[in-house]
């Protein structure tokens, strides 16, 4: 329980860790980002890490001065085409023997169908839409690389989703974070970018067991 709490207070209190975190560890500091988004992005047992809301604050502290924005922008795009390279080849090498297992203790099946059902109805175009999916945008790639996408289509896709998702993240926060309304209710801007980031996912979810009901 604690563990939770301690979770959720450092998503609503993400702007204050992350400015302890620039100025405890300065340069490194960067690392540290590419490596948050590169996990979310590029393995599979990580969906739960706060990619959106990330960018946004990082794009509203570049509007403070306190971090240099074009430099953000190219090392976190990196990282998520980079993330999603990876997990493309673990789904590809590895995947088919994980999808045979009706359970893991690292990760659910259903997040494995729930991604397989999404590109069945929007195809390779997935790639670039479920950047913007939290749990499906880790999961993507994984699933083309079980499906053996043709790994140039697959790169082209990715470069496009994951250039989109980090500029329009990191630009929302770079022009609209500074601005007096937003910075005196910044914590619930992050909660409500949380839960409209998880709403497709609930809505799927809430979508599913009712079908799951009718039909039983």
């Not at 993400?14 to 300065?26: A, N, P, R, V």
């Not at 599913?208 to 039983?216: E, P």
Request: charged share 15%; net charge positive; hydrophobic share 50%.
């Amino acid at each position: 329980m604690e563990l939770l709490l301690n979770g959720v207070d450092f998503i609503i209190h993400l702007d204050q860790h992350l400015l302890e975190i620039i100025s405890k560890y300065g340069v490194w500091a960067i690392l540290i980002l590419f490596t948050i988004i590169f996990c979310e992005t590029g393995l599979v047992v990580t969906p739960f890490l706060p990619g959106d809301s990330l960018l946004f604050i990082l794009g509203a502290l570049g509007a403070s001065g306190n971090i240099n924005i074009a430099l953000v922008i190219v090392v976190l795009a990196t990282a998520a085409v980079t993330g999603n390279m990876v997990n493309y080849q673990i789904g590809r090498f590895i995947g088919p023997r994980i999808f045979d297992r009706e359970k893991g203790c690292l990760f659910k099946k259903e997040h494995l169908l729930r991604t397989q059902e999404f590109y069945g109805r929007h195809g390779g175009k997935t790639i670039i839409i479920s950047r913007f999916i939290p749990i499906i945008r880790t999961f993507a790639p994984f699933v083309a690389g079980i499906g053996k996408m043709r790994y140039a289509r697959f790169f082209i896709y990715n470069l496009v989703g994951g250039i989109l998702w980090v500029n329009l993240f990191v630009l929302a926060g770079y022009y609209f974070g500074n601005i007096s309304m937003v910075k005196e209710n910044f914590s619930l801007i992050i909660v409500g970018i949380v839960v409209i980031s998880l709403m497709p996912a609930f809505i799927s979810f809430i979508y599913n067991n009712r079908t799951a009901g009718k039909n039983a």
